[in-house]
C-alpha cells in the first residue's frame, strides 16, 4: 500500500437488497463502522484471506487497523477515565506514543521519524486516527461562528493539528 496507491482510490457504487443492506449496515454498527465502511472492510479482508493482495500489503492494512483500534480504545479509556477534554484526539495520541508496542508499530508503518513532518503516510493515517477518535466516541467537534470545524495547530506531536472536540457520549464509550 504506497502512497501512490492509497492515492488512486477508486469510487464504487453499488445496488444491495434491503435485507442485505440491513443485515451488513446492523453488523457495521456493532462493529462501531458506517456501512461503507464496513463493506470496504469485509472486501479487504476478502482480498487479504484470499491471497488477491501481497502479503506486505495485506500486513500493512492489518498494521493500521490494529493502529486505528487501539488507539480509539485508548480514547474511550480517556474518557471513561473522566479525562475528555476538547484535546481528546491529542491525549489520545500522546498517550499512545507512550505504549511501546504502538509507538514502535506506528514508525514502522509510516516508514520514518514519528515525529518528522512531511511524510506523505502520516497525513492519512493520522486523518484516519482522528476520525475514528471521533465516531469513537460519539464526539462532538467544536465549530467556529462560520460553522466549519475549529483547528488546533500542535508542536512538538506526531499531529501537526487536531480538531477540538465539545463532548462525548458516554454511552457510545462504554
Not at 75 to 95: E, N, P, S, V, Y
Not at 101 to 130: C, M, Q, T
Request: aromatic content about 6%; charged content about 30%.
Amino acid at each position: 500500500m504506497t502512497t501512490t496507491e492509497e492515492s488512486q482510490a477508486v469510487k464504487l457504487s453499488l445496488r444491495l437488497d434491503a435485507p442485505i443492506h440491513a443485515a451488513l449496515q446492523k453488523e457495521g454498527q456493532a462493529k462501531g463502522r458506517e456501512i461503507g465502511e464496513h463493506i470496504q472492510r469485509i472486501l479487504t479482508e476478502y482480498a487479504i484471506d484470499q491471497k488477491l493482495l501481497d502479503d506486505a500489503t495485506g500486513m500493512e492494512y492489518k498494521m493500521m487497523w490494529s493502529l486505528i483500534h487501539r488507539a480509539v480504545e485508548t480514547a474511550r479509556r480517556i474518557c471513561r477515565d473522566g479525562g475528555f477534554a476538547a484535546d481528546i484526539t491529542l491525549k489520545t495520541f500522546q498517550k499512545c506514543m507512550e505504549d511501546k508496542l504502538w509507538a514502535a508499530d506506528y514508525e514502522s508503518f509510516v516508514k520514518d521519524n514519528p515525529y518528522k513532518h512531511g511524510n506523505p503516510r502520516k497525513s492519512p493515517i493520522n486523518k484516519e486516527i482522528g476520525f475514528r477518535i471521533r465516531e469513537g466516541i460519539g464526539g462532538k467537534v467544536i465549530k467556529l461562528s462560520n460553522d466549519k470545524p475549529a483547528k488546533t495547530p500542535v508542536v512538538g506531536e506526531i499531529i501537526q493539528s487536531y480538531t477540538p472536540m465539545g463532548s462525548f457520549k458516554s454511552d457510545v464509550v462504554g
